[in-house]
């Protein structure tokens, strides 16, 4: 498997995934400004939507969308309980919070990140932020992880898009249940093995 990333991207995800299930991957960096990866690739004939994460199978076949490329990863190892097994009730709980991280925070964090955006729609992502921060606060609880004490998909992609709040000037300190799930994720081996070859930590 190859996964085509960008350091500190939504990609990050996948990446955690791929170390933490032991599955045998590579990695190629994709310029997103220019559409173009590390060995001179146009990305857009790998991902024609110009995204990361994308994941290329060893057959050539490619899977895109951060919330399918975990699940695909995790099924390579079903021991590595990253991933409830398919059909029981826990995996459609799984599936619901993928579907929450992406549509309600991934998606939430883009006018932060896009210079155009108006103060106005920048300060109305953050209040809304904000509320899906202290949703998760009630509802990681006293909880290790999403799912209770095993650490699944969703916590690599929860870890992901928290780490941006730095980046766009939101402070988590006020919400001391994320605040400690994210230095729990954070020290991790395997996460902080990611995070290395990211450059993310030094």
Same mark, same amino acid.
């Given at each position: 498997m190859k996964l085509y990333y960008k350091s500190g991207?939504?990609?990050l995800s996948p990446h955690i995934v791929l170390v933490e299930a032991g599955v045998p991957f590579t990695l190629e960096a994709v310029n997103l400004a220019t559409k173009v990866t590390e060995s001179g690739v146009d990305y857009t004939t790998i991902n024609p939507k110009g995204s990361v994460p994308a994941l290329q199978l060893d057959d050539g076949r490619v /899977?895109?969308?951060?919330?399918?490329?975990?699940?695909y990863i995790a099924d390579q190892k079903p021991g590595s309980g990253l991933a409830p097994p398919a059909g029981s009730f826990e995996r459609y709980q799984l599936m619901e919070l993928l579907n929450f991280i992406t549509s309600e925070l991934h998606k939430s964090f883009s006018p932060l990140f896009n210079p155009?955006?108006?103060?106005?729609?920048?300060?109305a992502a953050q209040a809304n932020l904000e509320k899906k921060f202290t949703w998760l606060d009630g509802f990681v609880g006293g909880k290790q992880y999403l799912m209770g004490d095993t650490f699944t998909v969703a916590d690599a992609y929860l870890f992901t898009i928290l780490s941006w709040t730095p980046r766009v000037g939101l402070d988590l300190t006020g919400h001391p249940v994320l605040t400690a799930y994210m230095a729990r994720v954070a020290g991790r081996p395997k996460v902080q093995a990611v995070l290395k070859a990211e450059? /993310?930590?030094s």
């Open positions: 991207a939504c990609s /899977l895109t969308e951060g919330p399918a490329v975990v699940q155009n955006s108006s103060p106005d729609w920048k300060a450059g /993310l930590v």
